[in-house]
Nanobody, 118 residues
Protein backbone atom coordinates (compact mmCIF):
# COMPACT_ATOMS: atom_id res chain seq x y z
CA UNK A 1 0.00 0.00 0.00
CA UNK A 2 1.30 3.44 -0.96
CA UNK A 3 0.85 6.53 1.21
CA UNK A 4 1.73 10.18 0.68
CA UNK A 5 2.30 12.20 3.85
CA UNK A 6 2.50 15.98 3.66
CA UNK A 7 3.99 18.44 6.11
CA UNK A 8 4.96 22.08 6.36
CA UNK A 9 1.71 24.01 6.11
CA UNK A 10 0.70 26.71 8.54
CA UNK A 11 -0.04 30.37 9.08
CA UNK A 12 2.27 32.98 7.59
CA UNK A 13 2.15 36.72 7.02
CA UNK A 14 2.03 38.17 3.51
CA UNK A 15 5.53 38.22 2.05
CA UNK A 16 6.59 35.26 4.15
CA UNK A 17 7.76 31.80 3.15
CA UNK A 18 6.81 28.19 3.74
CA UNK A 19 8.24 24.89 2.58
CA UNK A 20 5.92 21.97 1.99
CA UNK A 21 7.14 18.38 1.88
CA UNK A 22 5.43 15.22 0.69
CA UNK A 23 6.97 11.80 1.27
CA UNK A 24 5.77 8.65 -0.46
CA UNK A 25 6.09 5.30 1.30
CA UNK A 26 5.06 1.70 0.75
CA UNK A 27 5.74 -0.69 -2.11
CA UNK A 28 7.15 1.65 -4.77
CA UNK A 29 8.97 0.50 -7.87
CA UNK A 30 9.25 3.89 -9.56
CA UNK A 31 7.76 7.38 -9.22
CA UNK A 32 7.10 9.29 -12.41
CA UNK A 33 5.63 12.82 -12.19
CA UNK A 34 5.11 14.48 -8.80
CA UNK A 35 3.37 17.73 -8.08
CA UNK A 36 1.17 20.01 -6.05
CA UNK A 37 -2.41 21.22 -6.41
CA UNK A 38 -4.29 23.68 -4.25
CA UNK A 39 -7.94 24.21 -3.45
CA UNK A 40 -9.26 27.43 -1.96
CA UNK A 41 -12.70 27.62 -0.30
CA UNK A 42 -15.45 27.57 -2.89
CA UNK A 43 -13.04 26.92 -5.75
CA UNK A 44 -11.97 23.93 -7.78
CA UNK A 45 -8.68 22.19 -7.17
CA UNK A 46 -6.04 23.68 -9.47
CA UNK A 47 -2.52 22.86 -10.50
CA UNK A 48 0.33 24.66 -8.75
CA UNK A 49 3.46 22.91 -10.03
CA UNK A 50 4.72 19.61 -11.40
CA UNK A 51 8.10 17.96 -11.75
CA UNK A 52 9.11 14.98 -13.86
CA UNK A 53 11.46 12.27 -12.71
CA UNK A 54 14.37 13.94 -14.53
CA UNK A 55 13.57 17.34 -13.02
CA UNK A 56 11.59 19.16 -15.70
CA UNK A 57 9.21 21.59 -14.00
CA UNK A 58 6.00 23.42 -14.85
CA UNK A 59 4.23 26.13 -12.86
CA UNK A 60 0.92 27.91 -12.78
CA UNK A 61 1.36 31.49 -13.98
CA UNK A 62 0.23 32.80 -10.60
CA UNK A 63 3.18 31.22 -8.76
CA UNK A 64 6.00 31.56 -11.28
CA UNK A 65 9.08 33.27 -9.81
CA UNK A 66 7.69 32.80 -6.29
CA UNK A 67 7.38 29.03 -5.85
CA UNK A 68 9.95 26.33 -6.56
CA UNK A 69 9.20 22.63 -6.85
CA UNK A 70 11.95 20.05 -6.32
CA UNK A 71 12.26 16.36 -5.54
CA UNK A 72 14.62 13.86 -3.98
CA UNK A 73 14.21 10.56 -5.81
CA UNK A 74 16.26 8.68 -3.20
CA UNK A 75 13.79 9.77 -0.52
CA UNK A 76 10.63 9.55 -2.68
CA UNK A 77 9.89 13.12 -1.61
CA UNK A 78 8.67 16.23 -3.38
CA UNK A 79 9.02 19.75 -2.00
CA UNK A 80 7.36 23.10 -2.66
CA UNK A 81 9.28 26.18 -1.56
CA UNK A 82 6.82 29.08 -1.41
CA UNK A 83 8.25 32.59 -1.17
CA UNK A 84 6.64 36.02 -1.16
CA UNK A 85 3.32 34.48 -0.18
CA UNK A 86 0.13 36.41 -0.90
CA UNK A 87 -3.29 36.21 0.70
CA UNK A 88 -4.64 34.64 -2.47
CA UNK A 89 -2.27 31.70 -1.95
CA UNK A 90 -4.42 30.65 1.02
CA UNK A 91 -5.68 27.14 0.28
CA UNK A 92 -5.34 23.48 1.11
CA UNK A 93 -2.34 22.12 -0.76
CA UNK A 94 -2.36 18.52 -1.99
CA UNK A 95 0.59 16.60 -3.34
CA UNK A 96 0.25 13.86 -5.91
CA UNK A 97 2.56 11.27 -7.39
CA UNK A 98 2.28 9.03 -10.43
CA UNK A 99 3.56 5.80 -8.90
CA UNK A 100 4.22 2.32 -10.23
CA UNK A 101 3.46 0.04 -7.31
CA UNK A 102 1.51 -3.17 -7.95
CA UNK A 103 0.14 -1.32 -10.96
CA UNK A 104 0.47 2.33 -11.91
CA UNK A 105 -1.80 5.19 -10.85
CA UNK A 106 -1.90 8.63 -9.19
CA UNK A 107 -1.78 8.81 -5.41
CA UNK A 108 -2.77 11.86 -3.34
CA UNK A 109 -1.77 13.26 0.02
CA UNK A 110 -4.27 14.23 2.70
CA UNK A 111 -3.77 17.95 2.18
CA UNK A 112 -2.09 20.61 4.28
CA UNK A 113 -3.56 24.02 5.05
CA UNK A 114 -1.64 27.15 4.07
CA UNK A 115 -3.05 30.40 5.41
CA UNK A 116 -1.56 33.76 4.46
CA UNK A 117 -2.86 36.52 6.69
CA UNK A 118 -1.67 39.54 8.62
Amino acid sequence: QVQLVESGGGLVQPGGSLRLSCAASGTIFIIYDMGWYCQAPGKQRELVATITRDGTTTYADSVKARFTISRDNAKNTVYLQMNNLKQEDTAVYYCYSDIHSWGRRDYWGQGTQVTVSS
